[in-house]
């Protein structure tokens, strides 16, 4: 029982990641609570559209339709409160695989190589750049999350089965201004499709296996950066009581981007203010001296 208060926040997380997996495919299994993606979907009648891809579709289309601006707008406050990169650590796909991945032993990676954190920021403003030249969503086209989340709630896998749903679903991103002629028409196509977000969630492993761990969330996700962007701002953080911490280190250990504690350890802060913390809660768990609490920054911190 005490491991189990010990990791509760870590099961939490974990409880919601499936969640979120269980309404992606919840329609295939003929519930009606929600319908979507993670990019565009519809829960208890609420629509709710990922921020970044309705900027990335306002771009492209040169256009604004109301109900997805209120949408992302329903999405941007609920992760400026809890923190930007929350939808990393409790709701990606991808974070998850990356967190597995991190796992695996140091010793299978046959390079270590590590790109500047910057170039995220640099591949946001690059496809939004081509979004608004080609007139079409690039980012939408080949995000990991969208591909595999689409294919998830879908079920494009088995297309002959799942025709009726992926028109319904199809009708629903036209319904909210969202052009869909970029998606594939027949079942043969959506196989297609399958197979390559299959093929691009593999490279993804391999590359977070042998090269560098966390390759995409932490380094090269446009996701992530624009979430970043947001955290920067989102009145919840972790906090850390410099007077009890004994600098064990455990905290970096069970941290993927662990470099965000850095600064609160050394005792630079009593904030973890890097905005690149996905808020996942790990640290707060496994912390020894119970130093580190998820807790609202309300003013500015003073210098020291």
Known sequence: MSGVMNNRRRLLRRIVQLVVLFLLISPLFQFSFFSGTLISGTILGINMVDPLAAIDFILATKSVYLPVIIG?????LFYFIIGGRSFCGWVCPMYLVSELIAKLPKSW?????????????????ILLILSVITSQPVFEIVSPIGIISQNIAMG???PPK??????????SLNELGIKT?????????????????LWLLLSLVLIDIFITRGWWCRY???????Y??????????IKIDHDSCTNCG????????????????????????NSSCTNCLNCVDICPEKSLKFSIKMAKEKRR
């Open 72 to 76: 992302a707008v329903v999405v941007l």
């Open 109 to 125: 990676r046959a390079f270590s190589y590590k790109p500047n954190h910057s170039s995220k920021f640099w591949l946001l403003g």
């Open 156 to 158: 494009i896998d088995t």
């Open 162 to 171: 799942n025709t009726a749903y992926i028109e319904e679903n199809i009708q």
């Open 181 to 197: 002629s970029l998606l594939p028409n027949t079942e043969a196509e959506y196989v297609v499709l399958f197979n390559y977000s």
């Open 220 to 226: 090269t996700c446009p996701v992530g950066a624009f």
């Open 228 to 237: 970043t962007i947001l955290g920067k701002y989102s009145p919840l953080k």
């Open 250 to 273: 455990d905290c970096f250990t069970v941290c993927l981007p662990a470099e965000v504690l850095a600064a609160p350890v050394r005792g630079d802060t009593a904030w973890v203010n």
